[in-house]
């Protein structure tokens, strides 16, 4: 069950995570800066709802699975999720919140590529 329940959430976290490369991020681009900031305010509030669980619910399998049964599955996998989870804390939020404070778009997260 632990196993279906991680394989849900990556699975999710995937496709909304190339969801967002190709379509949300490029978008960015057709908004004037007021607009953008209305948008991404409401944009990043409903977003919340799918990330939040599916985030949530990949941390604690991975966290499970590495406790139940350290393998080298279980070890690759968690670094992978902790690099996915690093790059989004210490470079995507940041950019995020250059939006979100009504600062001029930072063409990089338009142009950036999750790992």
Avoid at 7 to 22: A, K
Wanted: charged letters at 15%.
């Amino acid at each position: 069950m632990l196993d279906l329940i991680r394989l849900i959430c990556d699975t999710g976290l995937f496709v909304l995570i190339w969801m967002v490369q190709l379509i949300i991020y490029p978008s960015f681009t057709y908004y004037p800066h007021k607009n953008l900031y209305q948008w991404h305010n409401k944009y990043t509030k409903s977003i919340a709802i799918i990330v939040v669980p599916l985030m949530t619910g990949q941390l604690i399998t991975t966290t499970l699975q590495v406790y139940k049964e350290l393998d080298l599955y279980t070890l690759i996998s968690s670094v992978l999720v902790l690099s996915v989870w690093l790059s989004t804390f210490l470079k995507f939020v940041p950019l995020h919140n250059q939006i979100a404070n009504k600062t001029e778009i930072d063409k990089t997260l338009i142009k950036t590529k999750t790992p």
